[in-house]
């Protein structure tokens, strides 16, 4: 008995040693095996179909904040101050026409608007109504050269490395119906918090694809030049590029 | 049926893909339970509630001050101090963290590294499922291990003996009653829920199948369901433990490592002898 008991609890404790044996297997071979999931799920899910639409009465009462820091340049703090009124956003890259939007300019465009669910990486998730300008209609007003292949999002806010937020899109998530430059949350412009003037809604991806405080927009062929090489913040600290799962 | 001659006979009961993906199995739940429990660790409370009402939680495992752990459940709090909430952090130290250092992968905080373990073996334990199930409907086995009507007058006989009530099992083939039961609700009920619901959490996949994330009641309740699977799961997987551990324990690991296996005396098996 005092045999079965040993192994009874022995073999218990294999679910104890998955966390040291996990651990300790970082930077390994294996360790490595693992991403080939990324590509998988990229390949499997992709970038098609909607995301769900909402009614009003979906609208979470407390959307939370969870990103850098609002930034705190004096660049912003004026921005704020002066009700964006010098904002520009600027569209270059690998671009035929590059251009620098006013508020004003992104205003007076085509203006979508869609009740959609934010999921965080985290795993909560908020509902909120974004409006503002599809990303793809501003893509078409400057044009896009032979070469770009991707969409990347330079963002005011900064960590406490003063690392900059930046994030990308491929050409498929750059244009899909529902990507938007949104301008205005619940009806209101973009509170300060949550990415005033222009915050990027990526609905059909996880949060961190949607951008706040976007502040110019460049066209690329390759992310790998790109601040860490991974195509975006997080990614550059070990989340997967393609966040669609 | 069986005579004095039949009773140190062995037959062939598993096949070379039902124990390649039975010990990946093992493998694949050990990794999918520490990192999920390392991605709960993210945001840890569950929600019957898409809108993330606090009036809806059914869970919430949190620090309130340092050196506090608390569980609540229904409204009913525990303090948990070093088990749930406030527990090692992998680094040396204690933090504010749901699940402990000792059962997450990796042991300290990292949600990225959680993830990718948990994607890995998430499509590893399905690889698994289907390498299982093609086989064995290939080899008309599934007949054996799948829960009939006419099994069910045997359960409570069979849970008798488990229970000492009663001195013989009732005959069984391959697998006794229970064990039916049990294989049943987790190869075909509850590990295609916690595929399901793990996709059904996906914005990607919300986009294309709008239905199953509502099926489910919405995202927040998925992470419910799949969260409470789990819990089923570690059920599920201490009784099995216990149950191998305690009825010839030799007889069942050599039988899932070499496919060779020694039936019980009331068992009425088909088959190869040697």
């Given at each position: 008995m005092k045999r079965r008991l040993f192994v009874a609890s022995a073999t218990s404790s294999a679910l104890v040693a998955c966390s040291p044996i996990g651990t300790a297997l970082n930077g390994s071979g294996f360790h490595r095996l693992l991403t080939v999931a990324e590509p998988l799920n990229h390949a499997l899910i992709g970038t098609r179909g909607l995301a769900q639409i909402y009614p009003q009465s979906a609208i979470s009462p407390d959307f939370p904040v969870n990103s850098l820091p609002t930034p705190s340049s004096a660049q912003y703090v004026g921005f704020v101050a002066t009700h964006f009124h010098s904002y520009r956003l600027v569209v270059d890259g690998s671009v035929e026409k590059p251009q620098a939007f006013s508020l004003d300019r992104l205003q007076a465009m085509p203006q979508a608007s869609e009740i959609t669910r934010h999921d965080c990486v985290d795993g909560w998730s908020a509902i909120a109504q974004w409006s503002g300008t599809r990303l793809s209609d501003i893509l078409g007003a400057v044009g896009l050269r032979k070469d770009a292949r991707y969409v990347v999002f330079h963002c005011m806010d900064r960590d406490e490395r003063s690392a900059q937020y930046y994030e990308s899109l491929d050409l498929d998530q750059a244009n899909h119906p529902q990507t938007l430059l949104a301008l205005r949350m619940n009806g209101a412009p973009i509170p300060a918090d949550h990415g005033a003037p222009v915050r990027l809604r990526v609905?059909?991806?996880?949060?961190?694809?949607?951008?706040?405080?976007?502040?110019r927009i460049e066209v690329v062929g390759?992310?790998?030049?790109?601040?860490?090489?991974?195509?975006g913040y997080w990614e550059d600290q070990g989340y997967e590029w393609y966040a669609g799962i | 049926m069986l005579d004095g001659v039949e009773l140190c006979r062995r037959i062939y009961k598993y096949a070379l893909a039902t124990r390649i993906s039975h010990w990946l199995w093992v493998l694949a739940f050990g990794a999918l339970v520490s990192s999920g429990m390392q991605i709960f660790n993210a945001t840890s409370h569950l929600d019957a509630s898409d809108a993330s009402d606090p009036a809806h939680r059914v869970l919430s495992i949190d620090s309130p001050v340092d050196g506090l752990g608390t569980a609540t459940l229904f409204g009913h709090t525990f303090?948990?101090?070093?088990?749930?909430?406030?527990?090692?952090?992998?680094?040396?130290g204690y933090a504010?963290?749901?699940?402990?250092?000792?059962?997450?992968?990796?042991?300290?905080?990292d949600l990225a590294d959680g993830r990718r373990w948990h994607f890995f073996f998430g499509w590893a334990a399905v690889i698994a499922w289907l390498i299982w199930l093609i086989s064995s409907a290939r080899k008309r086995n599934l007949k054996e291990i799948i829960l009939r009507p006419s099994d069910l007058p045997k359960l409570w006989p069979m849970q008798a003996y488990y229970l000492k009530l009663r001195k013989e099992p009732p005959p069984y083939g391959l697998y006794n009653p229970l064990q039916k039961a049990s294989y049943t609700a987790v190869l075909f009920g509850l590990a295609p829920l916690m595929v399901l619901t793990g996709l059904a959490m996906s914005p990607g996949i919300n986009a294309i199948a709008h239905p199953l994330t509502w099926l489910f009641g919405g995202r927040q309740f998925v992470r419910l369901w799949h969260f409470t699977g789990m819990i089923l799961l570690i059920g599920f997987w201490l009784i099995h433990v216990f149950q191998v551990a305690t009825q010839g324990i030799v007889n069942q690991l050599t039988s899932m490592i070499t496919g060779w296996y020694r039936p019980e005396e009331n068992q009425i098996v088909p088959g190869k002898t040697t």
């Open positions: 609905p059909t991806q996880l949060g961190y694809k949607s951008a706040k405080w976007v502040q390759t992310l790998a030049k790109l601040y860490g090489g991974k195509g | 303090a948990t101090t070093g088990w749930l909430g406030w527990t090692t952090d992998g680094i040396g504010a963290r749901a699940f402990p250092s000792w059962i997450t992968i990796p042991a300290y905080q």
